[in-house]
C-alpha cells in the first residue's frame, strides 16, 4: 500500500474517532455549566472542556472570553478549528474521497452522507435545547461508520491501518480527560471527596460512556482510585489506555506480519502496553497520576510519529 493511502486511511479514523470524543466532550461540559453554580464553576468547565480537547490557545486567539455560545461553535462549527466536528468530519470525508476505492459502499455512504447532513445544519439553529440531540447524532453517525468498517471491510491493510488511527486517537483523548479532570481541573487536595468531586467524576466517566458500566463493575461510589483504575487499567472498559493498547498491539503486529517487516513502532506499542498490563493503580496514585498520564501521552505521540515514519506517510 502507498503511504499516502496509508496516510488517508489511519487518518479518516481518527478524525472520525476526534468527532465522537468532541461530541462526548460538549455534552458533558454543558450538562454541568447548566447546573446552579456560580460564575468561576462556569468559566472552569468550559476550560476544562477545551483543555481536555487542546484547544485552549485556539478558541482565546478568536473568542477571548469564555462563552457557552461561543464555545459550543468553536467546537461545532468553526472550520479554523482543526478539532472542529466540522472539520474533523470534512477532513474525513476529503481523505476517504481520496481513497474511495479501498473503502466498502457502506463506509463510503456513512461518512458521505454525515459530512452532507452536518453541512446542512445552520449554526443559529442549534439551540439548548437541541443541542444534546445534535451530539447524540454525532456519537450514532461515528458508530454507524464504524459498524460498517468491522462488519464490510477485509482484513487487510486497510483494515489494519484503520484500526490503528481510532486507538491511537481514543488513548490520547481518555488520557487528555483524565489529566485534565484530576490535575487541572480540582488540583487541590481539600476539595478530593466532595460532592463538586463526585459530580465531576461521574461526569468525566459519562465523557467516555462508562458510567453505568463502572457501576456494574464496582458497585460502589465514585472513588478516584476506582475510576482512575478503571479508565486506565481495565482491559474491560473499550476506552480504557489499556483496552487501546491491546487493539492497537494487535493491529500493530498484523501490519507486521502483513508486510513482512517489524517497525520500532510495533516495539514501541508493545512496551507501552506491558506497562500497562504490570502497573498498580495504588503506585500510581502514589508516584502521581498526573506524571504518569503525561508519560503515557507521550509514548503515545512517540507512536503516531514511528508509525508515520516506518509506513512513509506523506503529511
Known amino acids: 500500500m502507498l503511504g499516502r493511502t496509508a496516510n488517508d486511511l489511519y487518518w479518516l479514523s481518527r478524525y472520525i474517532e476526534r468527532a465522537e470524543n468532541i461530541a462526548r466532550l460538549l455534552e458533558v461540559g454543558y450538562r454541568i455549566v447548566l447546573l446552579p ?30 462563552l457557552t455560545q461561543n464555545v459550543i461553535d468553536y467546537m461545532l462549527f468553526d472550520t479554523s478549528n482543526p478539532s472542529s466536528i466540522a472539520s474533523c468530519l470534512a477532513s474525513a470525508r ?9 473503502l466498502t459502499r457502506e463506509m463510503w455512504e456513512s461518512l458521505n452522507s454525515a459530512w452532507l ?42 483494515f489494519y491501518f484503520s484500526q490503528v488511527g481510532t486507538f491511537i486517537e481514543r488513548a490520547d483523548s481518555t488520557a487528555r480527560i483524565l489529566d485534565v479532570k484530576y490535575y487541572h481541573l480540582l488540583p487541590s487536595s481539600e476539595m478530593v471527596g466532595s460532592d463538586k468531586d463526585n459530580y465531576q467524576w461521574a461526569a468525566l466517566l459519562r465523557s ?19 475510576i482512575a483504575d478503571f479508565m486506565i487499567l481495565n482491559r474491560q472498559m473499550p476506552r480504557s489506555l489499556r483496552s487501546c493498547y491491546d487493539e492497537l498491539t494487535v493491529a500493530l503486529r498484523d501490519l507486521a506480519v502483513f508486510y513482512g517487516v517489524r517497525h520500532d513502532c510495533q516495539t514501541t506499542a508493545e512496551s507501552t502496553r506491558d506497562l ?40
Request: with cysteine; net charge neutral.
Open 117 to 158: 447532513e452536518f453541512s446542512a445544519i445552520r449554526p443559529a439553529t442549534v439551540t439548548s435545547n437541541s443541542l444534546p440531540e445534535l451530539l447524540d447524532w454525532v456519537r450514532s453517525r461515528s458508530a454507524l461508520y464504524r459498524g460498517a468498517l468491522l462488519n464490510t471491510i477485509l482484513r487487510n491493510d486497510t
Open 276 to 315: 500497562l498490563l504490570e502497573a498498580d493503580m495504588q503506585n500510581i496514585f502514589q508516584s502521581g497520576l498526573h506524571e504518569f498520564v503525561q508519560d503515557f501521552i507521550g509514548r503515545n505521540n512517540k507512536l503516531g510519529n514511528e508509525i508515520s515514519t516506518a509506513y512513509h506517510f506523506s503529511d
Open 208 to 226: 467516555v460512556s462508562a458510567h453505568r458500566s463502572y457501576r456494574w463493575v464496582f458497585k460502589d461510589h465514585y472513588r478516584p482510585l476506582k
Open 94 to 102: 476529503r481523505n476517504g474521497r481520496a481513497q474511495r476505492t479501498a
Open 37 to 66: 453554580r456560580e460564575g468561576e464553576g462556569f468559566h472552569e468547565e468550559w476550560r476544562s472542556t477545551l483543555e481536555s480537547a487542546a484547544c485552549v490557545q485556539g478558541y482565546v486567539q478568536r473568542h477571548g472570553e469564555l
